[in-house]
């Protein structure tokens, strides 16, 4: 699945002069580069750690090996997780203008999956309103806030909340880093989780940034106050959390987990309801999928209720690394001080 953010740290720069696009050599599985000014373009470097950050995914680099011979090798960061950290440049002098409406190269929605390279393959999903440049969070993680907020501002955003899908187990939420960083943003989450939070959600509440607006669906089952939610926006985009996730679903031996009200919530909520689109919360080797891919192919949600029982009864997972750190913290909306 995913690697440890030190196994990703094996990219290690030599030589930079910082200021001046010269070609650093940089060493990459024991294999030195020269990087070309592209690559430059396109990155940027933290010596002192040895690790390199872009945004996005990494579209091309001219490099050179050990003899000197150059080739260009062609290299894409499915998951970033090969990636030590990732920062954005964020110049204070650029911003975006969202207002153009062109930031997804289309005039809909602002639309951003931002991956967590701290280790717990958690995705954050960043969504605006390209007219009154209202943004909204879902599931953003503590390691991870300066990042988001660094895309925020480079967009020229106003963040307006940071949602959870639930009380996470593997990681802490950012929630509380956030409200630090900026006193107006209100922090969300479902009521049935216990969690607090600056606006407890109710099942088929909307919450609005501009004219956009997501849905909240009460799916239960992983945790009590698990919810998806469900933006109109490029055909219909659920978020699902940990309720479902691509080809699986959350775990349901813990936090009030039952199997049973999970595959009643996976079917009515997500499986039986327009939403072309499903964003997961973690990581499973996949971006998104589609809801009809879902219905298709996932091998546990595709089996009867009495089968999913079965499936998920067995499916003996160790529990997450952090779970007695992160589950307190997220009952109290991360850390907040
Ligand atoms: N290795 C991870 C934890 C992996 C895990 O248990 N994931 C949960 C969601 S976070 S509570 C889950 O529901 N997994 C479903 C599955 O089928 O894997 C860690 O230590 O953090």
Redesign the pocket.
Known sequence: MCQSAASCASLKLRKFTAGKLTAPVIQYKGISFQASQRFLRATSYQSSLGSFAHEGSLKSMQVANSRSKAISMRAQSRAGAHLSSFQSESPTSKKLEASSGDMNGTRGIIFRQLFDTSG?CTYTYLLGDPGAKEAILIDPVLEMVERDLAVVDDLGLELKYVLNTHC???HITGSGAIKNLRPTVKSMIAEASGARADIHLQPGETVHFGDRHIEARATPG?TDGCMTFVSRDNGGMAFTG?AL?IR????TDFQQGSAETLFDSVHSQIFSRASRFAYPA?ITGRHHSTVLEEKTFNPRLTKSKEEFRSIMQN?G??Y???IDAAVPANMACGIQD
Not at 248 to 251: D, L, T
Request: with cysteine; hydrophobic share 30%; net charge negative.
């Open positions: 717990s996470h187990a593997d992983h940990d996730l699986g679903c959350g775990r973690m499916l997972l160790p997450p690394e952090k």
